[in-house]
């Protein structure tokens, strides 16, 4: 089966690993590789109310220690008498050059999110850089790469609400600041498991075949939604181009820790990271509450999304 292999000591991080026990659920961390660690910046709901980014930290990716305190965030606070950010989730980094690129919900307790787009050099000094949509857009993930000296980001604008439709799309950026040129990128295919909504996961790996992008895709319960995983290949060159897409999950809630939280049936990632022998891992979150670690190897995500239906012949998308 072309699926992601959990880590057998799942969940590899939970609240009672924080320093003081300080937040309440923990979920949806950036991940990447930097100065021969790994870093998670993990999205947690603190007991004073609100979401703060933390950073836990491992040399073997499997055992995280979270810092002493979360990272100091530069949030837009209204002193501009502009937009008011009360917390930041579901960080996605993108290294470009010295720069990692983090692409998170900004989120306002009145107004909903937007996208916001912060940039560090370290992980101690963070810097903001703009508050870059209208409200009701977010899993903002960016590529690794310019495309004619634009910067091209995912992006999910909502529909509704929580409960309507969604697609993903794409724009386009010269300065990360201003974006445009906004276009639908991927359909949710209903009737499958991505059928009602879907959003970016990972910012984009750079792969031989173009791009790889494992994605989340929503469907309906009768009490809820599901959240499952899956991939897809962009070409390189011009990377609204979907060239292959994964029929089946990748990943599915199916273990008690992802099938009961906060969230249920939620199995969520903001990262992806591709090893040096061409393993592909994960650290996503699960049911909102706790985060599981899995990993694939490459050519089998690739098999997964050349693959083609068996069982359901009428779908072609
Ligand atoms: C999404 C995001 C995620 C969350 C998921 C499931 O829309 O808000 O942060 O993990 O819903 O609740």
Redesign the pocket.
């Known amino acids: 089966m072309n699926q992601f292999k959990r880590y057998a000591k799942n969940p590899i991080l939970t609240v009672h690993d924080l320093p003081e026990e300080a937040g309440y659920y923990i979920?949806?961390p950036g991940a990447v590789k930097y100065n021969g660690e790994y870093l998670l910046l993990v999205d947690v709901f603190h007991r004073e109310g609100g979401i703060v980014l933390w950073l836990a930290r491992s040399r073997n990716g499997v055992d995280f220690t979270f810092d002493p305190e979360p990272v100091k965030w530069p949030a837009p606070d209204g002193s501009d008498g502009g937009w008011v950010e009360n917390g930041a989730?579901?960080p996605r980094i993108t290294r470009i050059g010295d720069d990692f690129i983090i692409l998170y919900g900004s989120h306002n307790n009145r107004l909903g999110t937007r996208i916001g787009i912060v940039k560090t050099r370290d992980f101690i000094h963070f810097e903001h850089v703009a508050t870059a949509s209208e409200i009701n857009n977010r899993n903002g993930a960016l590529f690794p790469d310019l495309f004619d000296g634009r910067y091209c980001r995912l992006e999910r604008p909502f529909g509704g609400g929580e409960q309507s439709p969604c697609d993903m799309w794409m724009s386009f950026s010269r300065d990360l600041v201003y974006w445009g040129e906004g276009r639908p990128f991927m359909d949710a295919r209903p009737g499958h498991w991505d059928g009602l909504k879907l959003g970016a996961g990972a910012p984009p790996i750079r792969i031989a075949e173009g791009y790889l992008e494992i994605y989340h895709g929503v469907s309906c319960s009768c009490d809820g939604s599901i959240?499952a995983l899956f991939a897809c290949i962009v070409d390189a060159k011009e990377p609204w181009r979907i060239l292959a897409r994964s029929k089946a999950p990748l990943l599915f809630p199916e273990m008690p820790y992802e099938k009961d939280g906060r969230?249920a049936n939620?199995v969520?990632t903001c990262n992806a990271i591709l090893e040096e022998d061409d393993t592909v891992r994960i650290y996503y979150?699960a049911a909102?509450s706790c985060i599981g670690f899995a990993e694939m190897p490459l050519a089998r995500i690739i098999a997964a999304c050349r693959e083609e239906y068996r069982y359901m012949p009428n779908c072609s998308r």
């Open positions: 979920l949806n989730y579901d959240y969230v939620v969520f979150g909102d």
